[in-house]
């Protein structure tokens, strides 16, 4: 479900929402909107609540973890834009349950069946001042009965949302049935998608399936506009 700036409030009336501004949040751009743009998240994930977003913008300065289902809904991408800033990066490792691979991004995404549309998430304001983390990443490490991999987030549908300024706008490993209609990754310092199949340990087993481009733009990013040609090669036990 999708809802223009133009009839957002109209949309309001026949759901249960949430937004930042009821957790706190000013929307000025300047003002750090962290704990409640998480606030708003945990309560939707919490009670199945519709995360919509005001024509404003918001100022984030950590990583968010999305592990519950939510959809989040903006009044436009001009007009709804979430500024990530995070001060300092952090170390990653294979497989660590903290920080692992890609893990220094701005939304990490865990659960199955979530929704964004209509808004703007902001690393940077242009290639040559990306952020130096991701803008929104899909896995996570999972421990299986004799060894640690990665697992991904499924059937996550993303419509009119655009990337800017990121190292990778959109982080890919693995799983099916995502679906973006209408995106613009733009202007990141490596890749506007970066997509990466599955762990080379696994190959045989199954292969990414079903995801679906449509209707979207990739410009001005220095690296590649889709980058596919990388494949984890190790395995914690």
Known sequence: ????????????????????????????????????????????????????IGKATYLLKERVVIDKSVNMIGSGADDSVIKFRA?????????????????????????????????????????????????????????????????????????QCVIQGFKNGLYMFGGWNRYFNGCYFKQCSDAGVRYEPLEVARLGEYTSSGDIFEACQITGCKGYGIDISYVYSDRKS
């Open 1 to 52: 479900v999708a809802a223009t700036g133009e009839d957002l409030e109209s949309f309001k009336n026949g759901i249960s929402y949430v937004t930042f501004e009821q957790k706190g949040a000013k929307g000025d751009g300047v003002t750090d909107d962290t704990e409640a743009i998480k606030a708003a998240l945990q309560e939707a994930g919490d009670s199945g609540k519709t995360v919509l």
């Open 87 to 159: 001060d300092e990066t952090h170390q990653e490792s294979a497989y660590d349950t903290e920080w692992w691979e890609g893990s220094n991004a701005a939304m990490v995404v865990k659960a199955d069946h979530c929704i964004f549309s209509n808004f703007t998430l902001t690393g940077g304001e242009n290639e040559n001042e990306a952020s130096l983390y991701n803008g929104l990443i899909f896995h996570y490490p999972y421990k299986y009965p004799n060894y640690w991999g990665y697992e991904a987030a499924q059937r996550v549908s993303m419509s």
